[in-house]
């Protein structure tokens, strides 16, 4: 499991989940936007401040990890 917050400048702010090209095979299985925990969809819209956990293969984790660098 990884966690990644979504940065005010980072790649994903705005994006829906639908329209991002992931390099491995990963789920975002919850996000965190305050007190809310959302159980994302396609149409899900990041948002600045958003906590993502996510999962993905063990073997990809380092790639995980370099993607979500912002």
């Known amino acids: 499991m990884y966690e990644h917050n979504v940065e005010e400048n980072g790649k994903l702010k705005d994006k829906l989940i639908k329209d991002i090209s992931f390099p491995v ?8 936007r305050g007190t809310e ?18 999962i993905a293969p063990k073997g990809d984790f380092y ?8």
Do not use: A
């Open 25 to 32: 095979n990963l789920m975002i299985v919850e996000i965190d």
């Open 37 to 54: 925990k959302i159980v994302p969809k396609g149409d899900t819209k990041l948002m600045s401040g958003d906590k993502l956990l996510v």
């Open 63 to 70: 790639k995980v990890v370099e993607y979500f660098k912002d």
